[in-house]
């Protein structure tokens, strides 16, 4: 699938740079553009809400899958190629990491406060923590 497809089924969207977009999350009720997508070298989407919607959640509200957001594979004799892959992005992994910072700060400000978790609170720790992990896994390989 094309950015340009992409770009359609989403509202508010505006150029931020080259290959970079912001749009309201089609996951949540967006009032303010909240959705991040690059485009990396490769042609491949990358998706984040700093709302805290999963990816998979703003797929299923435009009717796409994760195999959308890859570009199709290079065929050549009948043998199917996957393109080279491209060293990570330290700038979008620690930018990532740290909304998801602000979030356990956020989440902690509430239990120092000595007020109860609530299960979405509760929720989106969890979130926030496999979130760290996935970047701790870029980053190592």
Do not use: W
């Not at 949540?28 to 700093?50: A, E, R």
């Not at 992005?89 to 400000?109: G, W």
């Amino acid at each position: 699938m094309s950015i340009e497809s992409l770009l359609e089924k989403l509202d508010g969207v505006r150029q931020t740079g080259h290959g970079k977009f912001v749009a309201r999350c089609p996951s949540h009720n967006d009032s303010n553009p909240s959705l991040s997508i690059t485009v990396t070298g490769l042609g491949v989407v990358l998706l984040h809400c700093f709302a805290g919607c999963a990816t998979c959640d703003v797929l299923d509200a435009v009717d796409l899958d994760f195999a959308d957001l890859y570009p199709p594979r290079i065929s050549m004799d009948g043998y199917a190629y996957k393109p080279v892959r491209a060293p990570f992005d330290a700038r979008q992994v620690l930018t990532a990491l740290s909304a998801e910072a602000l979030t356990i700060i956020q989440i902690c400000r509430i239990v120092l406060d000595h007020k109860p978790l609530t299960l979405a609170d509760y929720t989106r720790l969890t979130l926030a923590a496999h979130r760290f992990q996935a970047g701790l896994e870029k980053i190592n390989g």
